[in-house]
């Protein structure tokens, strides 16, 4: 069978606005923030991951990952309130994030690619639980290693996320698809990511592993469909402040069941949903 080639995404990621960021996120499901970490950084970051002890993916042993990683400590959990992803965070969500999941994930040569898949499954399930089942969530893909065509780029289908057709149903798994894109992008980028687009990775053929570590956050409003376990007390009262401001309770959610048709003093302004959003400069 012929190999596939599918088109590498070109955009110059450092060049859009704040807005087209948003919208770039919103319409077509991801955005890369380049340049969120440097060089220094990065280094901390892998003497930390080289310490953990990972377990293979059931389709590989060159794909390995640790869950729940919030409370590693030092760099690891710091990550978690790093300034310019949370600054942009509250852009895009308003000023209360909730993070719900932190986990790391390690592409090694020989891994064959991730399936295409949605994370966003309403009803949980047996890989992810309740955790994902948030109406509105986003998951931030930290890359310690550079994202080349050979090392496990990031794939995705483009407004996979916007289908009402069944086959976007969120549970199901795609091997490939031919509108799929390649993302590449220097170490120290995040790859942010609508948990409902349909995305995974390429196969790894190149030299090194690509490491990867993935928090997701989401909205204040938009809790989980069933409840979920909080974060052990104990572990929180030792991070800093400012991790801290963002893992507040994961079973938070703003909603009015009772609410009616004209209740009093509805508000008459709402930029988080201004359709010229996406025209924002700063």
Same mark, same amino acid.
């Given at each position: ?38 060089? +220094? $950084? ?10 953990? +002890? ?31 992803? *949370? ?23 020989? $891994? ?43 794939? @995705?289908?483009?407004?996979? $996320? ?24 220097? /170490? ?18 190149? /030299?090194?592993?690509? !490491?990867?570590?993935? *928090? ?5 409003? /938009?809790?989980?469909?069933? !409840? ?5 007390? +104990? ?6 402040? /400012?991790?801290? +401001? ?7 959610? *703003? ?13 008459? @302004?709402?930029?988080? *949903?201004?359709?010229?959003?996406? !025209?924002?400069?700063?």
């Amino acid at each position: 069978m012929a190999t596939r080639k599918y088109k590498v995404v070109d955009t110059d990621w450092s060049a859009l606005t704040l807005g087209q960021r948003i919208r770039h996120l919103e319409v077509e499901g991801y955005v890369v923030l380049p340049d969120l970490l440097d060089g +220094e $950084h990065l280094e901390r970051l892998r003497a930390e991951t080289a310490r953990m +002890e990972t377990i293979p993916r059931d389709y590989s042993i060159h794909q390995r990952g640790r869950s729940s990683v919030q409370f590693w400590g030092g760099p690891i959990t710091e990550l978690i309130a790093h300034p310019p992803t *949370i600054a942009f965070l509250k852009e895009l969500f308003g000023d209360r994030i909730i993070m719900m999941s932190y986990g790391y994930d390690r592409s090694e040569p020989g $891994h064959p690619g991730i399936s295409l898949h949605s994370d966003g499954q309403p009803w949980g399930s047996r890989i992810f639980g309740y955790n994902l089942s948030c109406p509105r969530l986003v998951r931030v893909l930290y890359y310690l290693e550079d994202l080349t065509p050979e090392v496990s780029p990031f794939k @995705v289908i483009p407004r996979s $996320h916007l289908s009402f057709h069944n086959d976007g149903n969120p549970y199901l798994r795609y091997e490939d698809h031919p509108e799929q894109v390649m993302v590449t992008c220097k /170490a120290g980028s995040a790859a942010l990511i609508n948990q409902n687009v349909f995305h995974g990775n390429f196969p790894n053929v190149g /030299a090194y592993a690509r !490491e990867m570590l993935a *928090i997701a956050y989401r909205p204040a409003w /938009a809790g989980p469909g069933s !409840e979920i376990d909080p974060w052990d007390p +104990e572990e929180l009262a030792k991070v800093s402040p /400012a991790v801290r +401001e963002v893992m507040g309770d994961r079973n938070t959610r *703003i909603w009015n069941y009772g609410g009616g048709n004209k209740p009093p003093n509805m508000p008459l @302004v709402a930029p988080g *949903i201004d359709p010229s959003r996406w !025209e924002r400069v700063s």
